[in-house]
């Protein structure tokens, strides 16, 4: 009459205990445990546990909440937001641009401003809950004829699904010499990753990437047939890297 | 009750599992500062009719996650640098199994405490909490299997060696 041990697994058993066992089945495990004073004698061990566990948190529930945690005013973070980080390098950089001017040939400082540049627009932007971008992705081709006609050029926005990566969309932006495009795309978790784009390469047609810490936001950036681009993120320098060189080869078929 | 106020109302049970998994008052207020600091600024990707729990509490474990491994490379970057913890204040409950659990909990893996608690605190269903930490569900299984065993072990443990001390 007492079922085979084999007929009830563990998976039951903590189901059971869960109430997430189905009906028909609780007889079935009732009995075995009936059978098996050891293994009624663990599972009352295992519901004296979540007991305990509500005995020792649910005071919690009751904590007022503080009144700063009830509104979207992103103000109330005293930490360091990476608006803050980029724009005190800006201050860093630009005292060290001062510092260094001498030494520093056109074209590389160039380079390195606007990798800072990216870095800049990348914080600024990427944070923005309602509007992240001036035309969505649904609009993905207007949104980069629009772009390759202001900026002079014939951009592409590469599709990064395969990396995860969604397109969100773009939006045009003031550069150092002329306007500027700039794609985002978020994983999702929502971790964004921008692609700043400008048309003024000057007389470099190619370099190899270049990485630049700004802050918490990671640049690679490189020059590509006459267009620069830089790929800014918070993600680590490896996921960076990965998703420039997928950019790179999607952009060079 | 509009969206906003939605996230208001998941922020006690996320204050106490924040509570439950780090064991400590000020590492939990600071892994719901951030979570909440993360959900705001992202609210506008929630999904509308999606669950806003499983969102935030999603939100939660990667925050948890990424807190659990820049404190790992702190530890090994700079090993002076020791790190101030404030223990839970004592449940009011002074009973022994109280104390004896919390200590357990401790002793568990991060993976296998997260596992117990979202099952066994917030109550999630084997789904939802596989959903949460992104996992197949017999991997949350296995995990919950072995973290509710650890824990039965630890505090039988404890007992007895409060026992023997007793003896002796």
Redesign the interface.
């Given at each position: 009459m007492s079922p085979s041990k084999l007929s009830v697994s563990?998976?039951d058993l903590?189901?059971y205990l869960?109430g997430?066992l189905a009906e028909e089945r609780r007889g079935e495990v009732e009995a075995f445990l009936t059978a098996n004073p050891q293994e009624q004698e663990?599972l009352r061990?295992?519901q004296?546990?979540?007991q305990?566990?509500?005995?020792?948190?649910?005071?919690?529930?009751?904590?007022p909440?503080p009144p700063k945690?009830?509104?979207?005013d992103?103000r109330w973070?005293w930490r360091l937001g990476p608006v803050a980080a980029a724009l005190a390098w800006i201050v860093v950089g630009g005292a060290l641009g001062w510092l260094l001017r001498g030494e520093q040939a056109g074209n590389s400082g160039k380079n390195v401003d606007f990798a800072r540049r990216a870095a800049i627009a990348h914080a600024v932007y990427s944070?923005e809950?309602?509007h992240?971008v001036e035309v969505t992705a649904e609009q993905e081709e207007h949104l980069v004829r629009w772009l390759s006609k202001r900026l002079g050029g014939d951009l592409k926005a590469p599709h990064l699904m395969d990396l995860g990566y969604e397109l969100v969309g773009g939006r045009l932006l003031p550069g150092e010499q002329g306007p500027v495009a700039q794609f985002m795309y978020?994983d999702k978790?929502?971790q964004r990753l921008t692609l700043y784009i400008k048309t003024d390469a000057g007389a470099e047609r190619e370099t190899a990437f270049r990485f630049s810490q700004e802050g918490s936001v990671g640049v690679f950036y490189w020059i590509d047939r006459r267009l620069s681009y830089a790929l800014s993120g918070e993600a680590k320098k490896e996921e960076l890297l990965k998703v420039a060189n997928a950019v790179y080869r999607k952009l060079n078929p | 009750m509009n969206d906003?106020e939605g996230i208001?109302a998941h922020?006690?049970?996320l204050?106490?599992y924040a509570?439950?998994l780090t064991g400590d008052h000020s590492a939990a207020e600071d892994l719901?500062?951030d979570t909440?600091?993360?959900a705001?600024?992202?609210?506008?990707?929630w999904r509308r009719g999606s669950d806003l729990r499983a969102w935030l509490f999603?939100?939660m474990h990667?925050v948890f996650v990424n807190q659990v491994k820049s404190a790992q490379n702190r530890r090994k970057q700079d090993a002076d640098s020791a790190e101030i913890k404030s223990p839970v204040a004592p449940?009011?409950?002074d009973r022994l199994?109280?104390r004896d659990?919390?200590k357990a909990l401790r002793r568990l893996s991060d993976e296998q405490r997260e596992v117990?608690?979202l099952?066994?605190?917030e109550?999630m269903?084997?789904d939802e909490a596989a959903k949460i930490l992104g996992l197949p569900v017999g991997t949350v299984?296995s995990r919950?299997?072995r973290g509710?065993?650890q824990?039965?072990l630890l505090?039988n443990r404890g007992g007895a060696t409060t026992q023997l001390k007793v003896v002796k």
């Amino acid at each position: 009459m007492s079922p085979s041990k084999l007929s009830v697994s563990e998976i039951d058993l903590h189901a059971y205990l869960d109430g997430r066992l189905a009906e028909e089945r609780r007889g079935e495990v009732e009995a075995f445990l009936t059978a098996n004073p050891q293994e009624q004698e663990r599972l009352r061990a295992y519901q004296e546990q979540n007991q305990t566990l509500h005995a020792l948190f649910d005071s919690v529930l009751a904590e007022p909440i503080p009144p700063k945690w009830r509104t979207p005013d992103r103000r109330w973070s005293w930490r360091l937001g990476p608006v803050a980080a980029a724009l005190a390098w800006i201050v860093v950089g630009g005292a060290l641009g001062w510092l260094l001017r001498g030494e520093q040939a056109g074209n590389s400082g160039k380079n390195v401003d606007f990798a800072r540049r990216a870095a800049i627009a990348h914080a600024v932007y990427s944070p923005e809950v309602r509007h992240p971008v001036e035309v969505t992705a649904e609009q993905e081709e207007h949104l980069v004829r629009w772009l390759s006609k202001r900026l002079g050029g014939d951009l592409k926005a590469p599709h990064l699904m395969d990396l995860g990566y969604e397109l969100v969309g773009g939006r045009l932006l003031p550069g150092e010499q002329g306007p500027v495009a700039q794609f985002m795309y978020q994983d999702k978790n929502g971790q964004r990753l921008t692609l700043y784009i400008k048309t003024d390469a000057g007389a470099e047609r190619e370099t190899a990437f270049r990485f630049s810490q700004e802050g918490s936001v990671g640049v690679f950036y490189w020059i590509d047939r006459r267009l620069s681009y830089a790929l800014s993120g918070e993600a680590k320098k490896e996921e960076l890297l990965k998703v420039a060189n997928a950019v790179y080869r999607k952009l060079n078929p | 009750m509009n969206d906003t106020e939605g996230i208001v109302a998941h922020i006690p049970p996320l204050r106490r599992y924040a509570r439950a998994l780090t064991g400590d008052h000020s590492a939990a207020e600071d892994l719901v500062q951030d979570t909440l600091e993360r959900a705001w600024r992202r609210f506008g990707l929630w999904r509308r009719g999606s669950d806003l729990r499983a969102w935030l509490f999603t939100i939660m474990h990667n925050v948890f996650v990424n807190q659990v491994k820049s404190a790992q490379n702190r530890r090994k970057q700079d090993a002076d640098s020791a790190e101030i913890k404030s223990p839970v204040a004592p449940p009011p409950e002074d009973r022994l199994d109280l104390r004896d659990l919390n200590k357990a909990l401790r002793r568990l893996s991060d993976e296998q405490r997260e596992v117990v608690l979202l099952i066994g605190l917030e109550q999630m269903s084997y789904d939802e909490a596989a959903k949460i930490l992104g996992l197949p569900v017999g991997t949350v299984m296995s995990r919950l299997s072995r973290g509710r065993e650890q824990l039965r072990l630890l505090m039988n443990r404890g007992g007895a060696t409060t026992q023997l001390k007793v003896v002796k």
